[in-house]
């Protein structure tokens, strides 16, 4: 499915419009490593993510951390022209969707990204894809 962005500022609530042009940032070039905080004991999350750093951007999970530094190398090579993270999608009842990334193609294409592990997948999660997909328009692609 192809989106244009103009059709994917129609569909986005204008707050989530305004944090995507606020995050869609010149390329800089510079490859940075990522640190993973809370490495020593503690508390385990729900599903065993463990909060990265990369950039001064806190990720929820290492996997990402990893998609953002790949979006970072495709926007410095030039197949990716922006991508924004964390563009909230509001859904009946006030609830509120977060997705892990909005992507703007070279091509042309504009995806909205959701990294998950296996146990993620929940009902719950598979219900919000499905409601932002019939809502918006656009597909939530599961990386």
């Not at 530094?69 to 197949?79: C, I, M, N, P």
């Not at 009842?93 to 990334?101: E, I, N, Q, S």
């Not at 719950?124 to 409601?131: D, E, G, S």
């Amino acid at each position: 499915m192809v989106i244009t962005l103009e059709e994917l500022k129609a569909v986005l609530p204008p707050a989530t419009w305004r944090e995507v042009e606020r995050q869609v940032l010149p390329v800089d070039g510079r490859g940075r490593r990522a640190a993973v905080i809370g490495e020593g004991p503690g508390r385990r999350s729900k599903y065993g993510a463990r909060p990265t750093v990369v950039d001064g951007v806190r990720f929820d999970s290492r996997r990402e951390a990893r998609r953002y530094e790949d979006l970072t190398s495709f926007r410095a090579a030039g197949t990716v022209r922006w991508f924004a993270w964390q563009p909230a999608f509001i859904l009946p009842a006030g609830v509120l969707y977060k997705a892990d990334f909005v992507v703007a193609w070279a091509d042309g294409r504009i995806s909205v990204e959701d990294v998950k592990s296996p146990a993620t997948r929940t009902k719950v999660w598979r219900l919000k894809r499905r409601q932002v997909e019939a809502l918006y328009g656009v597909e939530v692609e599961e990386i």
